[in-house]
Protein backbone atom coordinates (compact mmCIF):
# COMPACT_ATOMS: atom_id res chain seq x y z
CA UNK A 1 0.00 0.00 0.00
CA UNK A 2 1.63 3.28 0.84
CA UNK A 3 0.30 7.43 1.00
CA UNK A 4 0.77 10.89 0.45
CA UNK A 5 0.69 14.13 1.45
CA UNK A 6 1.44 17.45 -1.03
CA UNK A 7 1.62 20.77 0.11
CA UNK A 8 1.77 24.23 -1.82
CA UNK A 9 1.94 27.67 -0.48
CA UNK A 10 3.22 31.27 -0.35
CA UNK A 11 5.69 30.45 2.55
CA UNK A 12 8.08 27.44 3.03
CA UNK A 13 6.26 24.32 3.30
CA UNK A 14 8.57 21.98 5.04
CA UNK A 15 7.16 21.77 8.09
CA UNK A 16 3.43 21.02 7.06
CA UNK A 17 5.00 18.34 4.32
CA UNK A 18 7.22 16.25 7.09
CA UNK A 19 4.16 16.09 9.83
CA UNK A 20 1.70 15.94 6.71
CA UNK A 21 3.39 12.58 5.25
CA UNK A 22 4.31 11.43 8.86
CA UNK A 23 0.76 10.40 9.38
CA UNK A 24 0.61 8.30 6.93
CA UNK A 25 2.94 6.18 8.59
CA UNK A 26 0.25 3.12 9.06
CA UNK A 27 -0.23 3.20 5.24
CA UNK A 28 3.45 1.92 4.10
CA UNK A 29 6.68 -0.09 5.86
CA UNK A 30 9.74 -0.09 3.42
CA UNK A 31 10.59 3.46 1.73
CA UNK A 32 9.64 6.73 2.68
CA UNK A 33 10.88 10.48 0.21
CA UNK A 34 9.84 14.15 0.44
CA UNK A 35 10.59 16.51 -2.71
CA UNK A 36 10.25 19.97 -2.37
CA UNK A 37 10.65 22.79 -5.08
CA UNK A 38 11.94 26.59 -4.74
CA UNK A 39 12.62 29.40 -6.92
CA UNK A 40 15.84 29.26 -5.63
CA UNK A 41 16.91 25.98 -5.83
CA UNK A 42 15.41 24.42 -8.11
CA UNK A 43 14.13 20.54 -7.16
CA UNK A 44 15.31 18.47 -3.83
CA UNK A 45 14.80 14.96 -2.52
CA UNK A 46 15.55 13.35 0.31
CA UNK A 47 14.53 8.78 0.58
CA UNK A 48 15.24 6.98 3.45
CA UNK A 49 14.32 3.59 4.36
CA UNK A 50 12.04 3.11 6.77
CA UNK A 51 11.94 -0.71 7.53
CA UNK A 52 13.72 -0.21 11.10
CA UNK A 53 13.20 3.26 11.69
CA UNK A 54 10.32 5.56 12.18
CA UNK A 55 9.46 8.49 9.50
CA UNK A 56 10.45 10.98 11.90
CA UNK A 57 13.76 9.98 13.19
CA UNK A 58 14.72 8.78 9.75
CA UNK A 59 13.72 12.78 8.32
CA UNK A 60 14.28 14.75 11.16
CA UNK A 61 17.64 16.18 9.46
CA UNK A 62 16.55 16.65 6.09
CA UNK A 63 13.96 19.51 7.52
CA UNK A 64 16.44 21.55 8.84
CA UNK A 65 18.26 21.15 5.55
CA UNK A 66 15.25 21.49 2.85
CA UNK A 67 13.11 24.30 2.42
CA UNK A 68 10.10 24.95 -0.29
CA UNK A 69 7.03 26.21 -1.41
CA UNK A 70 5.68 23.35 -3.03
CA UNK A 71 6.72 19.80 -1.52
CA UNK A 72 5.16 16.04 -2.16
CA UNK A 73 5.87 13.32 0.39
CA UNK A 74 5.44 9.68 0.50
CA UNK A 75 5.25 6.57 2.37
CA UNK A 76 5.42 3.31 0.54
CA UNK A 77 5.69 -0.37 0.76
CA UNK A 78 7.32 -1.08 -1.99
CA UNK A 79 9.22 1.41 -4.21
CA UNK A 80 11.72 4.62 -3.54
CA UNK A 81 10.17 7.66 -4.07
CA UNK A 82 9.14 10.74 -5.08
CA UNK A 83 11.29 10.29 -8.18
CA UNK A 84 12.12 13.16 -9.65
CA UNK A 85 11.89 13.19 -13.96
CA UNK A 86 13.40 15.28 -16.58
CA UNK A 87 11.69 14.55 -19.83
CA UNK A 88 10.11 17.03 -22.54
CA UNK A 89 7.43 18.17 -20.21
CA UNK A 90 10.24 20.00 -17.97
CA UNK A 91 11.46 18.74 -14.59
CA UNK A 92 9.29 17.92 -12.26
CA UNK A 93 8.56 15.16 -9.60
CA UNK A 94 6.34 12.44 -8.82
CA UNK A 95 4.72 9.97 -6.67
CA UNK A 96 2.24 7.24 -6.73
CA UNK A 97 -0.27 4.67 -5.07
CA UNK A 98 -1.50 1.56 -6.94
CA UNK A 99 -1.00 -1.66 -8.62
CA UNK A 100 -0.33 -2.22 -12.39
CA UNK A 101 -1.07 -5.42 -13.71
CA UNK A 102 -0.25 -5.20 -17.14
CA UNK A 103 3.50 -3.79 -16.32
CA UNK A 104 5.36 -6.16 -18.79
CA UNK A 105 3.28 -5.25 -22.14
CA UNK A 106 3.56 -1.57 -21.07
CA UNK A 107 7.12 -1.65 -20.53
CA UNK A 108 7.36 -3.78 -24.08
CA UNK A 109 5.47 -1.11 -25.92
CA UNK A 110 7.30 1.78 -24.62
CA UNK A 111 10.81 -0.57 -25.48
CA UNK A 112 9.17 -1.12 -29.11
CA UNK A 113 8.42 2.58 -29.67
CA UNK A 114 12.38 3.75 -28.62
CA UNK A 115 11.38 6.11 -26.32
CA UNK A 116 12.44 4.76 -22.53
CA UNK A 117 14.66 3.16 -20.30
CA UNK A 118 14.55 1.86 -17.07
CA UNK A 119 16.60 1.81 -13.62
CA UNK A 120 16.37 -1.33 -12.30
CA UNK A 121 15.74 -1.70 -8.47
CA UNK A 122 17.13 -4.36 -6.14
CA UNK A 123 14.83 -6.83 -6.47
CA UNK A 124 15.20 -6.81 -10.32
CA UNK A 125 11.67 -4.99 -10.44
CA UNK A 126 10.96 -1.99 -12.62
CA UNK A 127 10.25 1.01 -10.37
CA UNK A 128 6.03 1.38 -10.66
CA UNK A 129 6.42 4.97 -10.39
CA UNK A 130 9.33 5.52 -13.22
CA UNK A 131 6.60 3.61 -15.18
CA UNK A 132 3.79 5.83 -14.42
CA UNK A 133 6.64 8.82 -15.80
CA UNK A 134 7.44 6.66 -18.73
CA UNK A 135 3.92 6.48 -19.92
CA UNK A 136 2.99 9.56 -19.04
CA UNK A 137 5.95 11.26 -21.21
CA UNK A 138 3.93 9.79 -24.10
CA UNK A 139 1.84 12.51 -24.77
CA UNK A 140 2.72 15.94 -25.69
CA UNK A 141 1.45 17.39 -21.91
CA UNK A 142 1.09 16.28 -18.75
CA UNK A 143 -2.73 16.15 -18.22
CA UNK A 144 -2.83 13.99 -21.74
CA UNK A 145 -0.09 11.63 -19.96
CA UNK A 146 -1.88 11.20 -16.49
CA UNK A 147 -5.19 10.30 -18.54
CA UNK A 148 -3.71 8.48 -20.50
CA UNK A 149 -1.72 6.34 -17.98
CA UNK A 150 -5.13 5.77 -16.29
CA UNK A 151 -6.60 4.32 -19.55
CA UNK A 152 -3.76 2.43 -20.34
CA UNK A 153 -3.06 1.07 -16.59
CA UNK A 154 -4.72 -2.33 -15.75
CA UNK A 155 -5.23 -2.24 -12.27
CA UNK A 156 -5.25 1.58 -10.10
CA UNK A 157 -3.26 4.71 -9.88
CA UNK A 158 -3.36 7.99 -8.07
CA UNK A 159 -0.50 10.17 -8.79
CA UNK A 160 0.78 13.53 -7.74
CA UNK A 161 3.01 15.36 -10.45
CA UNK A 162 4.61 18.45 -8.65
CA UNK A 163 6.20 20.70 -11.37
CA UNK A 164 7.49 24.79 -10.32
CA UNK A 165 3.65 25.81 -11.42
CA UNK A 166 2.05 23.56 -8.56
CA UNK A 167 0.76 20.02 -8.19
CA UNK A 168 -1.03 17.96 -10.18
CA UNK A 169 -3.31 15.17 -8.36
CA UNK A 170 -5.07 12.74 -10.73
CA UNK A 171 -7.22 10.03 -8.25
CA UNK A 172 -7.41 6.78 -9.44
CA UNK A 173 -9.69 6.09 -12.77
CA UNK A 174 -12.61 4.47 -10.33
CA UNK A 175 -11.62 6.08 -7.26
CA UNK A 176 -10.21 2.80 -5.22
CA UNK A 177 -8.15 4.91 -3.19
CA UNK A 178 -9.12 8.63 -1.86
CA UNK A 179 -7.67 12.33 -2.41
CA UNK A 180 -8.82 15.06 -0.41
CA UNK A 181 -7.77 18.36 -0.33
CA UNK A 182 -7.46 20.85 2.24
CA UNK A 183 -6.75 24.32 2.46
CA UNK A 184 -6.12 27.08 4.92
CA UNK A 185 -5.00 30.86 4.17
CA UNK A 186 -2.18 31.10 1.60
CA UNK A 187 -2.02 27.28 1.10
CA UNK A 188 -3.75 24.20 -0.02
CA UNK A 189 -2.63 20.51 0.42
CA UNK A 190 -3.43 16.95 -1.29
CA UNK A 191 -3.70 13.99 1.31
CA UNK A 192 -4.82 10.66 1.14
CA UNK A 193 -6.00 10.64 4.59
CA UNK A 194 -8.35 13.32 5.92
CA UNK A 195 -7.40 13.76 8.75
CA UNK A 196 -3.64 14.30 8.57
CA UNK A 197 -3.86 18.03 7.92
CA UNK A 198 -6.26 18.88 10.45
CA UNK A 199 -3.83 19.68 13.24
CA UNK A 200 -1.45 21.96 10.79
CA UNK A 201 -4.50 24.11 10.40
CA UNK A 202 -5.87 23.03 6.91
CA UNK A 203 -9.80 22.52 6.95
CA UNK A 204 -11.77 20.20 4.78
CA UNK A 205 -12.22 21.68 1.06
CA UNK A 206 -13.12 18.69 -0.83
CA UNK A 207 -12.75 14.95 -1.61
CA UNK A 208 -11.75 14.44 -5.84
CA UNK A 209 -14.05 12.06 -7.71
CA UNK A 210 -12.92 8.86 -9.73
CA UNK A 211 -10.39 10.06 -12.52
CA UNK A 212 -10.79 13.47 -11.63
CA UNK A 213 -7.31 15.80 -12.31
CA UNK A 214 -6.73 18.78 -10.35
CA UNK A 215 -3.62 21.50 -9.76
CA UNK A 216 -3.42 22.69 -6.41
CA UNK A 217 -1.24 25.99 -5.53
CA UNK A 218 -1.13 28.20 -2.99
CA UNK A 219 -4.78 30.04 -4.26
CA UNK A 220 -6.96 26.99 -3.82
CA UNK A 221 -7.53 23.71 -6.61
CA UNK A 222 -8.51 23.83 -9.97
CA UNK A 223 -10.49 20.78 -12.00
CA UNK A 224 -8.82 20.14 -14.89
CA UNK A 225 -10.18 16.99 -15.92
CA UNK A 226 -13.85 16.43 -14.36
CA UNK A 227 -14.61 13.38 -12.23
CA UNK A 228 -16.46 10.26 -13.67
CA UNK A 229 -19.56 8.77 -13.21
CA UNK A 230 -18.45 5.02 -11.76
CA UNK A 231 -16.89 4.68 -8.05
CA UNK A 232 -15.34 1.65 -6.66
CA UNK A 233 -13.57 2.29 -3.45
CA UNK A 234 -12.18 -0.06 -1.36
CA UNK A 235 -14.20 -1.39 1.40
CA UNK A 236 -10.89 -2.74 3.28
CA UNK A 237 -10.02 1.11 3.74
CA UNK A 238 -12.74 1.22 6.68
CA UNK A 239 -12.08 -2.47 7.56
CA UNK A 240 -8.56 -2.05 8.21
CA UNK A 241 -5.63 0.09 6.59
CA UNK A 242 -7.65 3.28 7.30
CA UNK A 243 -6.79 5.45 10.56
CA UNK A 244 -9.56 5.33 13.01
CA UNK A 245 -10.19 9.10 12.72
CA UNK A 246 -9.81 9.29 8.61
CA UNK A 247 -13.22 9.35 6.91
CA UNK A 248 -13.83 8.07 3.18
CA UNK A 249 -16.57 9.88 1.00
CA UNK A 250 -18.30 11.47 4.32
CA UNK A 251 -18.16 7.89 6.10
CA UNK A 252 -16.10 8.07 9.02
CA UNK A 253 -13.92 4.95 9.60
CA UNK A 254 -14.31 4.62 13.55
CA UNK A 255 -18.39 5.14 13.79
CA UNK A 256 -18.39 2.71 10.60
CA UNK A 257 -16.03 -0.05 13.08
CA UNK A 258 -18.63 0.16 15.67
CA UNK A 259 -21.57 -0.18 13.31
CA UNK A 260 -19.85 -3.04 12.25
CA UNK A 261 -18.96 -4.57 15.33
CA UNK A 262 -23.22 -3.87 16.28
CA UNK A 263 -24.22 -5.91 13.09
CA UNK A 264 -21.86 -9.10 14.33
CA UNK A 265 -23.41 -8.83 17.71
CA UNK A 266 -27.06 -8.54 16.31
CA UNK A 267 -26.23 -12.24 14.24
CA UNK A 268 -24.54 -14.40 16.71
CA UNK A 269 -25.68 -16.49 20.18
CA UNK A 270 -22.85 -16.88 21.76
CA UNK A 271 -22.45 -15.78 25.74
CA UNK A 272 -18.98 -14.95 26.53
CA UNK A 273 -17.21 -13.32 29.40
CA UNK A 274 -15.64 -10.76 27.16
CA UNK A 275 -15.65 -9.00 23.61
CA UNK A 276 -11.87 -7.94 22.91
CA UNK A 277 -10.52 -6.62 19.56
CA UNK A 278 -6.76 -7.29 18.24
CA UNK A 279 -5.18 -4.34 18.52
CA UNK A 280 -5.44 -2.00 16.97
CA UNK A 281 -7.73 -2.37 14.41
CA UNK A 282 -10.40 -4.65 15.75
CA UNK A 283 -10.57 -2.64 18.74
CA UNK A 284 -13.48 -0.49 17.40
CA UNK A 285 -15.25 -3.31 15.68
CA UNK A 286 -15.06 -4.83 19.40
CA UNK A 287 -16.81 -2.17 21.06
CA UNK A 288 -18.94 -1.93 18.62
CA UNK A 289 -20.09 -5.34 19.61
CA UNK A 290 -19.71 -4.89 23.00
CA UNK A 291 -22.48 -1.77 22.84
CA UNK A 292 -24.73 -3.50 21.37
CA UNK A 293 -24.62 -7.05 22.62
CA UNK A 294 -24.17 -5.78 26.67
CA UNK A 295 -21.18 -7.87 27.22
CA UNK A 296 -18.07 -6.13 28.53
CA UNK A 297 -15.26 -4.73 26.43
CA UNK A 298 -11.66 -5.30 27.70
CA UNK A 299 -8.25 -5.46 26.63
CA UNK A 300 -6.69 -9.10 27.35
CA UNK A 301 -3.78 -8.69 25.93
CA UNK A 302 -1.93 -5.24 25.17
CA UNK A 303 -0.03 -3.93 22.14
CA UNK A 304 3.72 -3.14 23.06
CA UNK A 305 4.25 -0.19 20.95
CA UNK A 306 6.71 2.12 22.11
CA UNK A 307 9.43 0.08 20.67
CA UNK A 308 7.81 -1.87 18.45
CA UNK A 309 5.86 0.77 15.33
CA UNK A 310 4.50 -0.65 12.53
CA UNK A 311 7.33 0.45 10.22
CA UNK A 312 9.53 -2.37 12.03
CA UNK A 313 8.20 -5.12 10.03
CA UNK A 314 10.83 -7.71 7.93
CA UNK A 315 9.84 -8.59 4.47
CA UNK A 316 10.36 -12.48 5.53
CA UNK A 317 6.33 -13.46 6.28
CA UNK A 318 7.92 -16.00 9.22
CA UNK A 319 9.69 -12.67 10.99
CA UNK A 320 6.99 -10.69 10.32
CA UNK A 321 4.57 -13.08 12.16
CA UNK A 322 6.81 -13.54 14.77
CA UNK A 323 7.18 -9.78 15.81
CA UNK A 324 3.31 -9.53 15.91
CA UNK A 325 3.24 -12.35 17.99
CA UNK A 326 6.17 -10.25 20.39
CA UNK A 327 3.91 -6.96 20.77
CA UNK A 328 0.68 -8.93 22.17
CA UNK A 329 1.54 -8.63 25.87
CA UNK A 330 -0.86 -10.88 27.72
CA UNK A 331 -2.79 -9.75 30.99
CA UNK A 332 -3.15 -13.15 32.25
CA UNK A 333 -6.34 -11.63 35.32
CA UNK A 334 -8.54 -10.82 31.90
CA UNK A 335 -7.74 -14.24 30.31
CA UNK A 336 -7.65 -16.99 33.57
CA UNK A 337 -11.16 -18.98 33.19
CA UNK A 338 -12.49 -16.50 30.85
CA UNK A 339 -14.69 -17.45 27.89
CA UNK A 340 -13.31 -14.76 25.20
CA UNK A 341 -14.78 -13.40 22.09
CA UNK A 342 -12.22 -11.84 19.55
CA UNK A 343 -12.60 -9.48 16.61
CA UNK A 344 -9.90 -9.23 14.23
CA UNK A 345 -10.35 -7.02 11.24
CA UNK A 346 -9.85 -10.08 9.11
CA UNK A 347 -8.73 -13.60 8.58
CA UNK A 348 -5.89 -13.45 6.11
CA UNK A 349 -3.41 -16.68 6.06
CA UNK A 350 -4.23 -17.34 9.53
CA UNK A 351 -1.10 -17.47 11.35
CA UNK A 352 -0.84 -15.03 13.42
CA UNK A 353 -4.55 -15.32 14.47
CA UNK A 354 -3.98 -19.14 15.37
CA UNK A 355 -0.80 -17.82 17.72
CA UNK A 356 -2.65 -15.98 19.39
CA UNK A 357 -5.68 -17.86 19.75
CA UNK A 358 -2.73 -20.52 21.66
CA UNK A 359 -1.45 -17.90 23.50
CA UNK A 360 -4.84 -17.42 25.22
CA UNK A 361 -5.19 -20.66 25.96
CA UNK A 362 -1.86 -21.04 27.90
CA UNK A 363 -2.52 -18.16 29.39
CA UNK A 364 -5.40 -19.67 31.05
CA UNK A 365 -8.53 -18.80 28.85
CA UNK A 366 -11.53 -21.05 28.95
CA UNK A 367 -13.06 -20.39 25.31
CA UNK A 368 -11.44 -18.25 22.14
CA UNK A 369 -14.63 -17.27 19.68
CA UNK A 370 -13.39 -15.69 16.98
CA UNK A 371 -15.39 -12.76 15.01
CA UNK A 372 -13.88 -11.36 11.95
CA UNK A 373 -15.24 -8.10 10.66
CA UNK A 374 -14.94 -9.03 7.54
CA UNK A 375 -16.47 -12.32 5.41
CA UNK A 376 -13.84 -15.09 3.96
CA UNK A 377 -10.99 -12.96 1.68
CA UNK A 378 -11.38 -15.36 -1.74
CA UNK A 379 -9.42 -13.66 -4.12
CA UNK A 380 -5.78 -11.78 -4.25
CA UNK A 381 -6.58 -7.91 -4.07
CA UNK A 382 -5.77 -7.02 -8.20
CA UNK A 383 -6.40 -2.89 -7.60
CA UNK A 384 -4.25 -2.25 -4.77
CA UNK A 385 -0.99 -4.02 -3.33
CA UNK A 386 -2.77 -4.28 0.28
CA UNK A 387 -0.52 -8.10 0.97
CA UNK A 388 2.63 -9.72 0.22
CA UNK A 389 0.90 -12.52 -0.69
CA UNK A 390 2.02 -14.12 -3.82
CA UNK A 391 -0.23 -16.02 -4.26
CA UNK A 392 -4.21 -16.87 -3.79
CA UNK A 393 -3.45 -20.14 -2.46
CA UNK A 394 -1.70 -18.49 1.26
CA UNK A 395 -4.89 -17.16 2.14
CA UNK A 396 -7.11 -19.63 4.55
CA UNK A 397 -9.99 -19.69 2.70
CA UNK A 398 -8.65 -20.85 -0.14
CA UNK A 399 -6.26 -23.91 1.41
CA UNK A 400 -9.05 -25.15 2.97
CA UNK A 401 -11.44 -24.99 -0.29
CA UNK A 402 -8.52 -26.98 -2.08
CA UNK A 403 -8.44 -29.59 0.98
CA UNK A 404 -12.91 -29.40 0.36
CA UNK A 405 -12.64 -30.10 -3.32
CA UNK A 406 -9.73 -32.38 -3.51
CA UNK A 407 -8.71 -33.18 -7.31
CA UNK A 408 -11.39 -30.36 -8.98
CA UNK A 409 -8.71 -27.61 -9.98
CA UNK A 410 -11.70 -25.11 -10.51
CA UNK A 411 -14.11 -24.97 -7.74
CA UNK A 412 -17.48 -23.17 -7.99
CA UNK A 413 -15.96 -20.09 -5.42
CA UNK A 414 -19.41 -18.36 -5.32
CA UNK A 415 -20.98 -21.18 -3.07
CA UNK A 416 -18.59 -20.44 -1.01
CA UNK A 417 -18.92 -16.85 -0.30
CA UNK A 418 -22.76 -17.51 0.18
CA UNK A 419 -22.95 -17.58 3.85
CA UNK A 420 -25.87 -19.56 3.44
CA UNK A 421 -24.91 -22.50 1.30
CA UNK A 422 -23.56 -25.59 3.28
CA UNK A 423 -20.48 -24.96 0.99
CA UNK A 424 -19.33 -21.86 3.46
CA UNK A 425 -20.80 -23.59 6.43
CA UNK A 426 -18.49 -26.37 5.75
CA UNK A 427 -15.35 -24.34 4.88
CA UNK A 428 -16.13 -22.41 8.35
CA UNK A 429 -16.11 -25.34 10.53
CA UNK A 430 -12.71 -26.61 8.80
CA UNK A 431 -10.79 -23.13 9.25
CA UNK A 432 -12.19 -22.70 12.91
CA UNK A 433 -10.53 -26.45 13.69
CA UNK A 434 -7.70 -25.79 11.91
CA UNK A 435 -7.28 -22.60 13.75
CA UNK A 436 -8.34 -24.10 16.64
CA UNK A 437 -11.10 -21.35 17.38
CA UNK A 438 -14.00 -22.42 20.56
CA UNK A 439 -15.88 -21.43 16.99
CA UNK A 440 -16.27 -19.06 14.36
CA UNK A 441 -18.41 -16.59 12.52
CA UNK A 442 -17.41 -13.93 9.76
CA UNK A 443 -19.38 -10.70 8.76
CA UNK A 444 -21.57 -11.14 6.24
CA UNK A 445 -20.97 -9.33 2.90
CA UNK A 446 -24.37 -7.83 2.98
CA UNK A 447 -23.75 -6.78 6.26
CA UNK A 448 -20.40 -5.36 6.14
CA UNK A 449 -21.75 -3.14 3.23
CA UNK A 450 -24.32 -1.80 4.93
CA UNK A 451 -21.73 -0.78 8.58
CA UNK A 452 -20.33 1.65 5.42
CA UNK A 453 -23.88 3.20 4.03
CA UNK A 454 -22.35 3.32 0.69
CA UNK A 455 -24.68 2.04 -2.25
CA UNK A 456 -22.84 -1.37 -3.27
CA UNK A 457 -22.08 -0.47 -6.74
CA UNK A 458 -19.83 2.10 -5.19
CA UNK A 459 -17.90 -0.09 -3.26
CA UNK A 460 -14.72 -2.82 -4.55
CA UNK A 461 -15.83 -5.75 -2.87
CA UNK A 462 -13.57 -7.88 -5.34
CA UNK A 463 -11.71 -9.89 -2.87
CA UNK A 464 -14.47 -11.68 -0.54
CA UNK A 465 -16.76 -12.20 -3.84
CA UNK A 466 -14.70 -11.79 -7.08
CA UNK A 467 -16.84 -9.38 -8.34
CA UNK A 468 -15.52 -6.71 -10.41
Not at 284 to 303: D, M
Request: proline residues 5%; neutral net charge.
Amino acid sequence: MGGFFGVASKENCIFDLFFGTDYHSHLGTRRAGMALYSKEEGFDRAIHNIENTPFRTKFDKDVNKMHGTLGIGCISDYEPQPLIIRSHHGTYAITTVGKINNKDEIVSEIFKNGRGHFLEMSGGDINATELVAAVINQKDNLIEGMQYAQELIDGSMTMLIMTEKGIYAARDRYGRTPVTIGIKDNACCISFESFAYLNLGYKPERELGPGEIVVVTPEGVRTLAAPGKDMKICTFLWIYYGYPTSSYEGVSVEEMRYRCGAMLAKRDDVKPDIVAGVPDSGTAHAIGYANESGIPFSRPFIKYTPTWPRSFMPTIQSKRDLIAKMKLIPVHDLIKDRSLLLIDDSIVRGTQLRETTEFLYQSGAREVHIRPACPPLLFGCKYLNFSRSTSEMELIARRVIQELEGDNKYPNLSVYADPESSEYKEMLKKIGEKLNFTSLRYHRLDDMIASVGIDKCKLCTYCWDGRE
